[in-house]
């Protein structure tokens, strides 16, 4: 077919790029390094969107919208945040354009300068906490939960789809609190709530843990993270959630009164998960046949496929078919009936797997005869005959065994390809020969941690929270350490 | 209490405003003419969002993504557009800060200029056209049926909350076929889904009708709009959908090979509505206590307030509220059980009457011995002693008087404001004592449109579709028209 695919072996990266195209997921725009987010690819977010923002709800947060622009000078005013984040941001300076006068289009109207730059956000930590001043008085106003679902820029130099754009989708959650312990539970609390989501509904087994103070984001106190493992050995941060202290409420003098009548310093966190989860999902799962979606967040679940050569066959079969799709649907879930004459049953096949379409149901009229189907997974390319009769029954069960059996494989794959490591030589070689994940002794220095990087790209991923208390020695400076932390090259 | 509203007949405008910001909806930002959406403004957002997007997926449409940023020659190519669209818009220039090097913050990094400036889309036919140029070849391609939800920025001079915001939130569909038919078809067809929402849901009549070639879309060949009135006599662009003909086909080199095997240019629609609806919402219904929202889009439908004065009926309350709650729950609808106790059930009655909860049960000691409440419809402020037995069986019903009994007042309201003039005094007059809408005869130029907005600041809001053919002559010119058209001074 003509969808062939790179393979996996052969260039993961290509694979990766071939199909995020071939199966209309996304694609590049005419504005460098900015996607457009197709069809199919923006129904996978709207799943994604509808559990996790049902989650967000069911613990207690409301959404609100901010605004896009960020004036120029509020990023200055959180120390580290303006070096972490104030750089690589698109600039808006003006705000008229006029017809060229020296001949066609439009120009810039330089007489229609702002006094005052504004920033495309790249986040919204700043122009948030300066609306918060004006909404909390007293400890009766807190905490605030709020999230928003909002685009995003950050200007990257090298973009990927999905993985890294100039402009993509998230949910930035900023909350606002009387007590540190309140803020600290609630960014635990939020990123329990993403490793639900990435685990229970992404299938993508993740591990949770500290980033290190290097690692942190831009006015953290503590940043929590969870990475997955790509089927590459490469690691991916799947999202964080940050616990802010008071410093934001320091830069924009939010304060409140408490019970006890003393004016403090609001607490504060921020959570947030982008549509990078798309390019997790696509790399955990999918084969070199295409996509595998679980089908917690598939957009079609079943794709009904007829075989036929006769006018009569085609009838029949159209009828039994959507008595099929119908049954199935009754149990909540999405049946494509895919009766296009212009596309071989094969090539259907093809397209569907190419999409990761959970479970294909074909018929031919053999089957109407015998009252069966042919019924295959997409997860493991299984095909079994099934009895039509009762097979809307069955098919609950069979769709959570898939959801199962992808997690299971991911994380299978993970644990293969975790390695501990003990010393330096050993470190560099199961990075260079093996990849994946290495859980090694660690001195807790920046300095070390920037070296090892620089030696071998690996990163420290994060300190995770099941790393047990174990006295050992730093693989690269030899001095003593407590415990684990997870290294690996990531993207 | 302290949230008093400015009344209606004093100051409509300062009303409108007042109203915004003591029902906590919105609030104006740091960044001028960007708003704020506030939690219980957005949950009004997100209901009509999830109304209009299940009408959209009903009517086959998809949801997709594409870049926020445009370039800025894209405005140059479609000839009308540039002149309408490209003028008042956000346009960014650099893509990096840097240090200042003489002190503190942050300044634009001269030496990372873009070669071609960013326009912040203002609506998205250009880039959606450019990127549907790789996506059609063939009629099998057709149609392209795509909807986005998004923000667009536009450089508004004088804004609004709601109204006219330098930023908003809006959806904007962007469709594809392959006959002038079809896609004449398909704007009318959005232009009733918007109708049905707007009666339906919003419970605003509207007249819906073609706009004048001098109000038309910028590119389009024909744009259908719906018109509200407020009830202070002003008419409200509730949206439109517009038939682009092949302009943006042309413009950007759309074309496809027909199942004759010819090769034509695509034709084409858009449409689209904004949180301006939130505006229309309510500038048509609220009054001088504040909000009143149709259920049907209403993010709370029914608050119980307790009455006590005892811990002991304070709890005994609580048990038999949250009983009824849950009843009423289980009918679908959303019920808040207001037991705060740091206000008093009079502060509460305000504060919901404020926020438009369409009904409210207050309850206490004697109702429980009763078996009975008061009950309070928030269109009407009616109160009513029910039984306490079955109500959750009478909410349903009640709800649907409450939203169809908001819609007639509106009807009413907009019938007692729409005159037939037929002289230009009498034309005039009506405009300047009492306001609405004017049926009245035009000569069907743009020079007599002009002249008629300079002299009495009436516009043409649409011809409306069911305007019947009739003899006359232009209230202005005095020249020969076949049928009357609606005027009105506009928001």
């Avoid at 964080?240 to 202290?245: D, E, K, N, Q, W």
């Avoid at 009164?257 to 982008?274: C, D, F, K, L, Q």
């Avoid at 220095?445 to 920037?450: A, G, K, L, M, R």
């Amino acid at each position: 077919m003509a969808k062939q695919l790179t393979k996996r072996d052969d260039n993961y990266s290509q694979w990766y790029n071939d199909l995020v195209i071939k199966a209309d997921l996304a694609e590049n725009s005419a504005v460098r390094g900015s996607m457009v987010i197709k069809p199919y690819g923006y129904a996978i977010w709207e799943n994604m969107k509808a559990v996790l923002d049902k989650m967000f709800k069911d613990t207690g947060h409301v959404n609100a919208y901010f605004p896009l622009f960020i004036p120029k000078s509020f990023f200055s005013k959180e120390a580290k945040h303006v070096e972490g984040f104030a750089k690589e941001c698109a600039v808006v300076t003006h705000y008229r354009l006029k017809n060229d006068p020296n001949g066609k289009g439009v120009v810039v109207d330089e007489t229609a300068r702002l006094e005052e730059e504004l920033i495309v956000r790249p986040t919204s930590e700043t122009i948030i906490w300066n609306t918060y001043k004006n909404w909390i008085q007293s400890y009766r106003d807190l905490p605030l939960l709020i999230n928003q679902w909002a685009n995003v820029v950050r200007w990257e130099m090298r973009t990927r789809l999905f993985l890294r754009t100039a402009e993509f989708l998230w949910q930035e959650g900023h909350t606002a609190h009387a007590t540190r312990e309140e803020a600290q539970e609630e960014a635990l609390r939020m990123l329990d709530v993403y490793v639900d989501f990435a685990e229970n509904y992404l299938a993508i087994p993740v591990i949770k843990g500290d980033k290190t103070e290097n690692e942190r984001f831009a006015g953290a106190e503590n940043t929590y993270t969870f990475e997955a493992m790509m089927q590459d050995g490469k690691a991916l941060q799947a999202g964080t959630s940050h616990f802010l202290g008071q410093n934001f409420a320091k830069a924009f003098d939010v304060k409140f009164t408490s019970n006890e009548g003393r004016e403090e310093y609001v607490w504060a966190t921020s959570w947030g998960v982008t549509t990078r989860l798309i390019g997790a999902l696509i790399m955990s799962h999918s084969d070199d046949n295409g996509l595998v979606l679980p089908p917690k967040i598939a957009p079609i679940h079943v794709v009904i496929v007829p075989i036929y050569k006769t006018e009569e066959q085609r009838k029949a079969l159209a009828e039994k078919a959507l008595e099929i799709k119908k049954k199935i649907e009754a149990r909540g879930y999405t049946v494509k009936f895919d009766d296009r004459d212009t596309h071989k049953p094969g090539w259907k096949f093809a397209e569907h797997e190419l999409k990761g379409v959970p479970l294909r149901i074909a018929m031919g009229p053999r089957d109407l005869e015998n009252q069966t189907v042919e019924l295959a997974r997409r997860d493991t390319l299984e095909k079994s005959i099934e009895n039509m009769d009762g097979l809307e029954d069955r098919i609950p069960a069979l769709l959570d065994n898939i959801q199962a059996t992808i997690f299971n494989k991911a994380l299978k794959l993970r644990e293969e390809k975790t390695t501990h490591a003990d010393t330096w030589e050993e470190f560099k070689e199961v990075l260079s020969q093996k990849g994946g994940f290495v859980m090694a002794h660690w001195d807790g220095t920046t300095e070390t941690e920037v070296k090892i990087k620089e030696e071998t790209k690996a990163t420290i991923r994060c300190i995770p929270f099941d790393s047990v208390d174990e006295e050992g020695v730093c693989i690269y400076s030899g001095k003593p350490s407590k415990r684990r932390v997870l290294f690996a090259v990531a993207y």
